[in-house]
């Protein structure tokens, strides 16, 4: 459903945020006689909401009177926190309702042109960035949005620009309708299984946006072991690994082979090898010339070159063309140096995985490791062995620090490197004793933060406010 075809529908929304807030206000101004009748909330909310939403008429009600207030909507409009395998959203599919997020509406109503989609379960955010700079620095005119820049709906009051990269998680995914034109993903871990009720589910939702009507370029992180097992499924050859074009293809992954396969991360592609990016196996530039730290940063820059390419937008020159690009915050964030110990905020690392690339960054360095954060059932023996290994220093903070330190233990490393602290506070000051000059003091939970803390943003404040303490 297109934005535009919203006028005389009966529209609901649930839950709120930024994503809500740009619906609200581009209905009100666009199609003043379609009003929000209900607005859905899970708990209630702290305000009045309804000066918030323009809709000074509309039902405001949570709970147990959700299911019955939407089913009189023929539309509603979901935040993209609110999970789409919910049973609720089922029952109002089955009566005839549409169910559609904000971002939904404007790609169908772009119908994909001219848009990159990125996604991934870690590095979208760097990755979109990076393409939205670089494509400025090509020459193009630039939109950024999603995750990061403006809400997708935001940009209906501009000029389509010649380049649009949109940040889209697995929320905005699950029922997107329209996919983007070009459509990159970085890489495939265990990651929101409560919000999407199962790993099979995350996946599946991650990887629908391949097959979305639209998409013209699909761009693979050929290097990336999720996404090449969720390719081999079955024993069926992995199109990761078989260069630029794709001939076979996974169970459950209905891919459609005119729509070109663009990989990354592979010999014939934008690949690192020996700290060098390469293109097609030609030096480009040297990994210690770019401004992000970390080979997993530099494949991010890959598939940002990736899909420049599969837009058909030539790359501006390395290194020079990355000169003015900084990392987004809590990202590898160099927050403090005291002593001669560097203090490094990674709060956005809430996989084993992230953490894993993030300790990967610093190999000619002592680290002392903080981590631990919501139990979402991780496995961290692989990253317990990394620590294990180089004998890396490992503050535990709830709630699953603990766990971290008895797989790092059971891989080798002396008890007097495994530490465990009561919170982040308690974490710093044991980090500030243990590290010598020269070190780095690493925040990266390989958890989530809502146990303790509203986001991961939240995290890295507190941690950056306590480093430079």
């Known amino acids: 459903m297109r934005f535009s075809e919203l006028e005389g529908a009966r529209v609901g929304v649930w839950g709120a945020g930024r994503e809500i807030g740009s619906f ?4 009100a101004r666009r199609l003043p006689a379609t009003p929000i009748l209900v607005a859905a909330f899970d708990v209630p909310p702290d305000e009045d909401v309804r000066e918030t939403l323009k809709a000074p008429n509309a039902r405001v009600v949570c709970g147990s009177e959700v299911l019955e207030a939407l089913s009189k909507c023929e539309v509603v409009v979901r935040s993209p926190g609110v999970p789409v395998h919910r049973p ?33 379960t870690k590095g979208k955010s760097t990755t979109a960035a990076l ?10 005119t630039v939109a950024l949005a999603g995750n990061i820049g403006a809400p997708a709906l935001d940009l209906l009051d501009a000029e389509p620009a010649q380049v649009t990269v949109v ?36 996946r599946t939702d991650k990887l629908r946006l391949l097959d979305l009507p639209g998409v013209r370029v699909r761009v693979l992180n050929g290097r990336d072991p999720g996404l090449s097992a969720a390719f081999a499924a079955g024993g069926i050859a992995a199109p990761l690994l078989t260069g630029r074009r794709a001939d076979r293809h996974a169970p459950g992954v209905p891919l459609d082979f005119s729509v070109e396969m663009n990989t990354y991360g592979v010999p014939d592609g934008w690949n690192v090898h020996d700290e060098m990016v390469l293109l097609r196996g030609v030096p480009v530039v040297s990994v210690d010339a770019l401004p992000l730290r970390g080979v997993h940063n530099a ?5 940002a070159l990736a899909a420049l390419e599969a837009f058909g937008v030539s790359a501006p020159p390395l290194p020079e063309s990355l000169a003015g690009f900084r990392a987004l915050p809590h990202r590898l964030e160099p927050v403090a140096e005291r002593n001669g110990v560097l203090w490094v905020n990674d709060s956005v690392s809430t996989t084993p995985e992230s953490t894993l690339a993030a300790l990967a960054s610093f190999p000619d360095r002592e680290v002392v490791l903080i981590a631990g954060g919501q139990d979402r059932g991780q496995d961290y023996a692989e990253l317990g062995l990394a620590l294990a290994e180089a004998r890396t220093s490992v503050i535990g903070v709830p709630s699953t620090g603990p766990r971290l330190l008895v797989a790092a233990r059971a891989a080798g490393l002396e ?4 530490l465990q602290a009561a919170g982040l506070e ?32 939240e995290r890295g404040e507190r941690f950056r406010a306590l480093a430079g303490s």
């Open 299 to 303: 494949l991010n820059l890959c598939g």
């Open 167 to 202: 940040e889209l998680s697995s929320y905005h995914i699950a029922d997107l309708e329209v996919g983007p034109q070009v459509a990159l993903v970085t890489n495939l871990f265990r990651e929101h299984t409560d919000w999407h009720g199962s790993e099979e589910n995350y």
């Open 426 to 457: 308690e974490a710093v000051r044991i980090a500030g004793g243990l590290a010598g000059e020269g070190a780095v003091v690493l925040l990266s939970p390989a958890a989530p933060s809502y146990d303790h803390y509203r986001d991961f943003e």
């Open 88 to 120: 609720e959203l089922g029952a109002l599919r089955e009566s005839g309702a549409i169910v559609t997020t904000a971002t939904a509406l404007w790609l169908a109503e772009r119908g994909g042109e001219g848009v990159i989609g990125v996604t991934g």
């Open 131 to 140: 393409l939205a700079h670089l494509a400025r620095e090509a020459g193009q």
């Open 24 to 27: 609200a206000d581009q209905l």
């Open 415 to 418: 008890p007097a490197r495994t």
